[in-house]
């Protein structure tokens, strides 16, 4: 069992940044993949990050690419998203996942441990 809890969302002005934290649990955060999704209400929810086991692959959408950054630390135990020029359509419940038998990273169905989410509001 891998248990994750998220940190760090809050109100933002346009054109700001947040960083989002997600901090595991047990001995085996290195061998999870592991990524961001976000769900804004109404919506389905949407791929955001994710990072390879070793850290060394990142991939994002093209909505996030160049403004978004995913990074791990497998001795913290810890995953974390940067967002830099944030704009309103990313308001949306944030939530950390970790994958650990598959290598697709972009389905939430390949995903076996959630977070409870974070909000981030991103006002005009």
């Known amino acids: 069992q891998v248990q994750l809890v998220e940190s760090g969302g809050g109100l933002v002005q346009a054109g700001g940044s947040l960083r989002l934290s997600c901090v595991a649990s047990?001995?085996?955060?290195?061998?999870?993949?592991m990524g961001w999704f976000r769900q804004a209400p109404g919506k389905e929810r949407e791929f955001v990050a994710a990072i390879s086991r070793s850290g060394s692959i990142t991939y994002y959408p093209d909505s996030v690419k160049g403004r978004f950054t995913i990074f791990r630390d497998n001795v913290k135990n810890t995953v974390w998203l940067q967002m830099n020029s944030l704009k309103t359509e990313d308001t949306a419940v944030y939530s950390c996942?970790?994958?650990?038998?598959?290598?697709?990273?972009?389905?939430?169905?390949?995903?076996?441990?959630w977070g409870q989410g974070t909000q981030v509001t991103v006002s005009s």
């Open positions: 047990g001995r085996t955060f290195s061998t999870h993949l």
């Open positions: 996942a970790a994958n650990r038998y598959s290598n697709d990273f972009d389905s939430p169905s390949a995903y076996n441990y």
